[in-house]
Each structure stands twice: as C-alpha cells, then as structure tokens.
C-alpha cells in the first residue's frame, strides 16, 4: 500500500469517526481530479396498473441527455465548493466507461486513464447509483437521473423526478476506493421530488422542449441540494 493510500485512508477514517475533516493544508491531498459521468441518460420508469407491480418488470427506458451538460454543471458546483482549499481540475472520459460499474471496474478504468497533465492526488466520480423505490414503495430499483411514474390500482398516478447517485474517491495510480458515499436527502432517502403529470412525455424518446427544460431544472436542483452534505461525507472541507 502506498504511503498516499494510507494517508488517504486515514483522512476518510478520520472523518467518517470524528465527523471533522482534516484541516485544508493536509499535504497528502491537494489535487481534484473530478470525474462527472452522471447526466448522460435520463430513465424514464413507469410502474404500471397490472396485479403484479410489486415485481413483475417495470417499463425502464433511458434517453440520451448528455446535451443537457448537466455534467459540466455538477463540475462547476464542485470545482466552487473545493477550489479555495484544493486544486481542482475536471477529467473528461468516456462515459460508457462508467455508466454501469463495480468497484473493480471503477479501479481497472482509473489505472487505465492517461496521466492528467497536472497530476492529482485523487479522483473524485460522479457516477449512477441504484436504490431502493421510495417514492412508491415497490420492490423495484431507481438508477442515476430519471423521471417516475406509478400507476396505482383505483387511485391517482404518482409522478416524481429523482436522482441517484454516488460519489467515489480513488487514488489515482491503484484505482483503491479512499471512501464512496451515496447522496441522500433528509431521512436518508432518495432524492426525489413531485412531479406534474404534465412532465411525463407522450413519447419518452421525444419530450419536448418545456418538459425538457423543467426536468434539466428539477434534476440540477436535486443535485445542488444533496451534493455539498455528500461532500462533507466524503471528508472535504469548503
């Protein structure tokens, strides 16, 4: 182990007992390098009427929204937070690279990665989590952005966006995990938020240009409320 992964792993150890970051000068970790793959698809899962809804299938369809440059926005939200303490620099990869992913994946595709220009201490992923259906109590699982629908037996839709994510930090020369955090909102839950029926697209593959840009709103302004609590988790300090 490399004496930048023990210092590594006593800064996230540190943190997660004693609730306190180390202090900003800490000379084992100055350098970014801050790896957002997140906002490349939008799911689009709708949990229909049918007496199996529990656990037969949901209709899951993703939509391609790399256009939306909601990465570059969750970057820029990191890179405001941490540059007075660290020097920060976005990592361009290619997505698909981290669009599903395991922990050995994540350490295979980080030593694989070209040396950055600047050198950095650590990587920081944005990537897709899976978690548990909160918004509609099923046995069935969210991933990375989306918009929800349930349709209930006898009662109204249950509409909702969502974001599940997770943020990772890597040593950059073994791909070791230093601490991986998921965002939660208040509770521990998923982070969700009502949606209008009127944001569900006729054609999933084809919103339009208001439903477009009120779900780029709603998704942006989920991250920003759960991003700066992970942060802290993770053990920065801002």
């Known amino acids: 182990m490399t004496a930048l992964v023990r210092a590594a792993l006593a800064f996230g150890i540190v943190a997660l007992l004693s609730g306190v970051a180390p202090a900003p000068s800490n000379p084992n970790l100055r350098s970014i ?8 698809t939008c799911m689009f899962e709708r949990i229909p009427n049918t007496p199996l809804e529990w656990i037969a299938p949901p209709m ?4 391609e929204i790399s256009d939306w440059g909601i990465d570059d926005e969750i970057a820029r939200a990191i890179t405001a937070r941490l540059r007075p303490h660290y020097r920060v620099q976005p990592i361009a ?15 295979r595709n980080i030593r694989e990665l070209a040396i950055p220009e600047r050198p950095v201490d650590a990587y920081l992923l944005v990537l897709r989590d899976w978690r548990h259906d909160s918004i509609g109590n099923t046995n069935h699982q969210l991933g990375g952005l989306g918009l929800y629908r349930r349709d209930p037996h006898g009662g109204r839709s249950r509409y909702a966006v969502f974001a599940a994510y997770r943020l990772v930090l890597l040593d950059p020369d073994s791909g070791v995990v230093i601490v991986s955090r998921p965002a939660l909102a208040t509770g521990g839950r998923l982070p969700w938020i009502p949606a209008s029926p009127s944001l569900w697209p006729h054609d999933w593959s084809n919103p339009d240009d208001r439903q477009r840009s009120r779900l780029r709103a709603d998704l942006i302004s989920l991250i920003d409320a759960t991003l700066p609590d992970t942060l802290k988790q993770i053990g920065f300090v801002f």
Request: proline share 0%; hydrophobic share 50%; net charge negative.
């Open 33 to 40: 390098g801050i790896i957002a793959a997140l906002g490349d």
């Open 60 to 63: 899951a369809r993703f939509l």
């Open 93 to 107: 990869v290619e997505h698909q690279d981290f669009d599903s992913w395991t922990y050995d994946s994540l350490a």
